[in-house]
């Protein structure tokens, strides 16, 4: 069991920058695959980034490439998703998703175990 807590949302202005963290709860974390995704409003969940166990491979949906960067530090049991040069369109609830390393990376809601509550992240143009 894994529960996951995120942080750092906020209001910020086009162009600007945030960090997400996400704080898991277990011993078994650092055997977790991580993702990202967000909800924007009206719409359904999408995929924004994901992270393998180790750290060492790392995938992005394209609207964010270049932009975000996913991170772990597994001794502190967290992930993190670096953001700039922020968008309107970014604006959204910000989901931390955790999932078992089977298979490669993987970028559907369904393919994930556990999720956060959610973030806020809102950026004005």
């Known amino acids: 069991q894994v529960q996951l807590v995120e942080s750092g949302g906020g209001l910020v202005q086009a162009g600007g920058s945030l960090r997400l963290s996400c704080a898991a709860s277990?011993?078994?974390?650092?055997?977790?695959?991580m993702g990202w995704f967000r909800q924007a409003p009206g719409k359904e969940r999408e995929f924004v980034a994901t992270i393998t166990w180790s750290g060492s491979s790392t995938l992005y949906a394209d609207s964010v490439k270049g932009r975000f960067t996913i991170s772990r530090d597994n001794a502190k049991n967290t992930v993190y998703l670096q953001m700039i040069s922020l968008k309107p369109e970014d604006t959204g609830v910000y989901y931390c998703?955790?999932?078992?390393?089977?298979?490669?990376?993987?970028?559907?809601?369904?393919?994930?175990?556990?999720w956060g509550q959610g973030t806020q992240v809102t950026v004005s143009s």
């Open positions: 998703a955790a999932r078992r390393p089977v298979g490669g990376h993987k970028v559907g809601n369904e393919d994930y175990d556990y």
């Open positions: 277990g011993r078994t974390f650092s055997t977790y695959a």
